[in-house]
C-alpha cells in the first residue's frame, strides 16, 4: 500500500488540465506508467485519484459483494459510474474530464491533497471550507476515531 504524503495547490488550463507536483510526482515514479483511475468521492464534493495498484486493490472489495442483493448491485452501479482512466502526459499534465469538474465544482484553482494511498482532487474553496468545518471539532473526532486503538507495536 502507497503512503502518500502533502498537500499542494495547482492550477487547471482551459482543457481542465493540471500539472502534477514534482515532490508527488517523484512519490508516484514506481507507478506512474501504470496509469490511474479518477473517480466522484462517495462521501465529498471532490475527486478521488488512485494509482492503478490501489485500485486495484481497491475494486477487489468490491468484487467480494454479492450481486444477486439488489442493494449491493445499486451501489456498485452507483460507485462505478463516471469512472475514468487516466494517464500523465508527457509533460507532466492530467486532464480531468469535463463531467468530473463539474461534480466537483473545479475551478482554476485545485488543491490535491494526499489521503494515504489516493489523492483527493478539490476546488481550493471548497476545500479550504471543508477542512475549517472539520478542524472545529478535530479533537473530539480524533478521540473518537483513534483513542480505542490498541498500540501492539509499544516497546515494553
Wanted: charged share 25%; net charge negative; proline share 2%.
Amino acid at each position: 500500500m502507497m503512503n502518500l504524503i502533502g498537500t499542494y495547490e495547482c492550477k487547471t488550463d482551459f482543457k481542465g488540465r493540471f500539472m502534477m507536483p514534482v515532490s508527488l510526482k517523484k512519490q508516484l515514479n514506481s507507478v506512474v506508467n501504470e496509469g490511474f483511475v479518477l473517480k466522484r468521492s462517495v462521501f465529498n464534493n471532490c475527486l478521488e485519484l488512485y494509482p492503478m495498484k490501489e485500485w486495484e486493490s481497491m475494486i477487489g472489495q468490491v468484487n467480494k459483494l454479492n450481486r444477486f442483493v439488489k442493494k449491493n448491485n445499486d451501489f456498485i452501479r452507483s460507485y462505478m459510474s463516471g469512472l475514468k482512466m487516466l494517464e500523465i502526459d508527457t509533460t507532466g499534465r492530467i486532464l480531468i474530464p469535463k463531467d468530473l469538474i463539474s461534480f466537483a465544482d473545479i475551478s482554476k484553482n485545485l488543491v490535491l491533497a494526499s489521503s494515504v494511498n489516493m489523492i483527493e482532487i478539490w476546488d481550493k474553496d471548497e476545500y479550504e471550507r471543508v477542512v475549517k468545518e472539520s478542524l472545529v471539532d478535530f479533537g473530539s473526532l480524533a478521540e473518537e476515531v483513534m483513542g480505542n486503538q490498541s498500540h501492539s507495536d509499544d516497546l515494553s
